[in-house]
């Protein structure tokens, strides 16, 4: 019961750290008018992951291993990308966000509906078709014992729930800080995104070393405890990751990490604000 | 605002990926069963143990089933050599049942359980063997050449019942019955001469003209009778003839039976038998004496559209404009040839006028082109 409340924690973590930061980020940068595409891609995402996933638990389409792997590792890489997009972007938003630039600040929005459709999409349907295939298994089960699929059902809702949370004390903190901890926050998440996805890659058998492990702290770091499950929920910190995912976050965080901290975030507005280094999308 | 078309692509992304995963129907049983415990190959975990019910499978794709009894979260693999990963399954929580289907061609490989998702997991060897039928289109090709073979099978039991009629009218000496039958025998052995022709020597034994047969040599078959029933009217020391006809197209029927014919054969014999409508049948070649080259034009393009009929999946897949073009042109030379029915046969080719003939060969050659590419698109 407690393992299948973690696993359900655990993936719906995966999704709503970035949704609800994204939200609290909308809601304090008075663009409420954009949450609904949030939801949208939220629901498309939810929608779709429920969908295939009832297809192939209840008709004899299936997935091959690789095509399931390739479509997590897509959908990480891709989700990488908006959400390192999405850092910055809220950093040049909070630079113009100095009062008298609030108006001007549509502009520097414009390019975010669409990613903020795709960023709360890719957030859930990246770990959504595992999730749904794994509730669905638990439905079936659920004749037999109950307790996994309630036991899913609860870590689902408390990902939720923390979420919510996470959401409503972002709100209550001051901008400058806001931007800070939930930039430095979705960086790890988004390296953590980046590794799993290579990690997929790996997996898929497209990218080899999978069993090369750059260190094997499962002795210390039981997969199964709580604290395991959160840090892989919301960083994918795992305690036996290969040298090529290993490489992979270090790769990603560092050059990331000093692009952010380089200039304290929400200064006054007379730094010139430098195009940063945004991926294309 | 292009976020209809975002979301578009992403759902476009996904569908297509489970679209071109999805079993197909129709490729010889999906292992997918809806009914519990149907084919499935059950695995219990525990903490300490991976039970897998089968440690050797028959190739092509397997559906485990594994049951978590344990206390810890597992996961359940099958590795190749080098642990590279043929299928996984991951989250199986205490209490819960998931599965996982695989295609796993014939080799060696181990099943594990990782309760606790650490370390190496509960290893145990599993043992692949036999005929790999993987979900692409090469089980299309494989039920190609399965379907044609069962076509050949059928025309085979009657070719030996027809010939066996045939031959004991000719060594009971009745000239009537016999004339009758020899068409009707023909028919079937025209309909799967594609692979009589794979065996050499026989083909000649059975169906060779006079002028085919070397010096020194015994004329024997088919048209060896037919010329003693119409042209010498006797067929009184034709015992021992009729009597290796049958033997060897008993030989044939038999090596047929055991014959592992490629798609690309398939295509081929199509169209060889459409050659030989142009170069035996419209020529009046064949049967030079009795003039039923009709019956055996009519078999010939039956043969070849039941080869064409049979790798249809596959062209339907990989070219469904030439299908079409086929199904066009074989009704076509049906039509044509159909004009010239009498009674339960065929006109016999001396009645046929120049023009009729020129006709027919036209639609003969018309369908000759597509039937051509077959066999590349085959072998693609």
Known sequence: MFASYLIGLREGLEATLVVSILVAFLVKSDRRERLPLVWAGVGVAVALSVGFGALLTFTAAHLGQQQQELFDAVTSLAATVFVTFMVFWMRTAARKMSGELRQKMGEALELGATAVVVVAFLSVAREGLETALLWFAAVQGATSSASPLIGITLGLLTAVALGWGLYRSALRINLTKFFTWTGLLLILVAAGIFKYGVHDLQESGLVPGLNTYAFDISGVLDPSAWYSTLLSGMFNITPQPSVLEAAAWVVYLVPVLILFLRRPSAKAPASPAPKSAQPAS | ?380
């Open chain 2, 1 to 380: 605002m292009r976020t209809p078309t975002v979301l578009a692509v992403a759902a476009l992304a996904l569908a297509g990926l489970t679209a071109c995963s999805s079993t197909e129907s129709g490729s010889g049983g999906t292992t997918e069963a809806t009914a519990a415990g149907d084919g499935k190959i059950a695995v219990a975990a525990t903490d300490t143990e991976c039970k897998v019910a089968k440690s050797e499978l028959a190739a092509g794709t397997s559906t485990f089933s594994i049951t978590n009894n344990g206390s810890k979260v597992t996961e359940f693999y099958v590795y190749a050599a080098g642990d590279r990963i043929m299928g996984e399954v991951e989250n199986i929580v205490p209490g819960l049942t998931r599965d996982v289907v695989m295609e796993l061609p014939a080799g060696m490989y181990e099943t594990a359980c990782k309760p606790g998702m650490t370390g190496k997991g509960i290893r145990g060897p599993l043992k692949v063997s036999g005929e790999s039928k993987p979900l692409t289109s090469d089980a299309k090709l494989a039920e190609a050449v399965a379907s044609y073979k069962r076509y050949i099978k059928s025309q085979s039991d009657t070719l030996l019942g027809k010939t066996k009629e045939f031959t004991e009218a000719v060594k009971a000496g009745e000239v009537d019955k016999a004339k009758e039958l020899y068409p009707v025998a023909r028919t079937y052995w025209e309909r799967i001469e594609p692979v009589a022709e794979v065996f050499g020597d026989l083909d000649p034994a059975i169906d060779a003209r006079e002028n085919d047969v070397a010096d020194g040599e015994e004329w024997t078959g088919f048209h060896r009778l037919e010329k003693d029933l119409w042209v010498k009217k006797d067929v009184k020391g034709d015992g021992p003839i009729a009597d290796k006809l049958m033997t060897d197209v008993t030989t044939i029927v038999e090596k047929s039976a055991a014959l592992e014919l490629s798609p690309v054969q398939l295509a081929n014999g199509a169209k060889g038998l459409l050659d030989e409508v142009a170069t035996g049948k419209i020529t009046g070649e064949e049967d030079r004496y009795s003039h039923t080259d009709l019956w055996d034009f009519d078999a010939n393009l039956q043969g070849s559209k039941a080869a064409v009929q049979a790798l249809r999946p596959v062209l339907e897949e990989r070219d469904p404009d030439l299908v079409k073009t086929l199904d066009a042109k074989f009704a076509d030379a049906e039509g044509t040839l159909g004009a010239h029915r009498s009674g339960d046969g065929w006109k016999l080719h001396t009645e046929l006028s120049k023009d009729d003939l020129r006709a027919l060969s036209d639609a003969i050659n018309a369908l000759a082109e597509p039937i051509s590419k077959v066999a590349s698109v085959v072998a693609r």
